[in-house]
T-cell receptor, first 117, second 112 residues
Framework: GAGVSQSPRYKVAKRGQDVALRCDPI?????LFWYQQALGQGPEFLTY????????KSGLPSDRFFAERPEGSVSTLKIQRTQQEDSAVYLC???????????????FGPGTRLLVL | GNSVTQMEGPVTLSEEAFLTINCTYT??????LFWYVQYPGEGLQLLLK?????DKGSNKGFEATYRKETTSFHLEKGSVQVSDSAVYFC???????????FGKGTRLSVIA
């Protein structure tokens, strides 16, 4: 079946621009995560949704970052007034069961590579 | 807190060599442990996982055993191929509504 998809795959923004990154999770998956992966580093958690509820946003680096999942399916990560330090790959992952089950597996999308000039 | 430490790369091996990538973790509770792989130009893919102590995860010739006594989950493969060249990430998932915690990744290059 279809996996997690993300768009755009690449985004170049001028410093100060707003950007919106989209994630389409696997159909029926309850949990959705956003991660940020800096060059040469492992992914780091940004925020987590269970259906449409944003249960954890402790990883968002500043109030310029905002995420939503209004209908419990597609999610959008928005970055306002982008800065050069926002340049990274933004990964979306989804999982079928409620987070915390030992059998949980997160399936990742291909990521959106954001470059802020 | 929760953290994962994996060996620094890059690792360069000849084809058919034995591979070990070390991974140790710190966690409260009893986490599940994962290895993800990122091939060039592609997204993260789950390679294998183990959900409790002494479990062995295996896939595509790769293996890792969940060692609670040494808090380790080392990745091994007996004979690597050029197609195994990728970045490998060790990760843990603790109980409760928590995200994956990743190591920094180890880049593997296999030369013919």
């Amino acid at each position: 079946g279809a996996g997690v998809s993300q768009s755009p795959r690449y985004k170049v923004a001028k410093r100060g621009q707003d950007v919106a990154l989209r994630c389409d999770p696997i159909s029926g998956h309850v949990s959705l995560f956003w991660y940020q992966q800096a060059l040469g580093q492992g992914p780091e958690f940004l925020t987590y949704f269970q259906n449409e509820a944003q249960l954890d946003k402790s990883g968002l680096p500043s109030d310029r970052f905002f995420a939503e999942r209004p209908e419990g399916s597609v999610s959008t990560l928005k970055i306002q007034r982008t800065q050069q330090e926002d340049s990274a790959v933004y990964l979306c992952a989804s999982s079928l069961v409620l987070a915390g089950g030992p059998w949980e597996t997160q399936y990742f999308g291909p990521g959106t590579r954001l470059l802020v000039l | 807190g929760n953290s994962v430490t994996q060996m620094e790369g890059p690792v360069t091996l000849s084809e058919e060599a034995f591979l070990t990538i070390n991974c140790t973790y710190t966690a409260t509770g009893y986490p599940s442990l994962f290895w993800y792989v990122q091939y060039p130009g592609e997204g993260l893919q789950l390679l294998l996982k183990a959900t409790k102590a002494d479990d062995k995860g295996s896939n595509k010739g790769f293996e890792a055993t969940y060692r609670k006594e040494t808090t380790s989950f080392h990745l091994e493969k007996g004979s690597v191929q050029v197609s195994d060249s990728a970045v490998y990430f060790c990760a843990l998932l603790n109980s409760g509504n928590t995200p994956l915690v990743f190591g920094k990744g180890t880049r593997l290059s296999v030369i013919a």
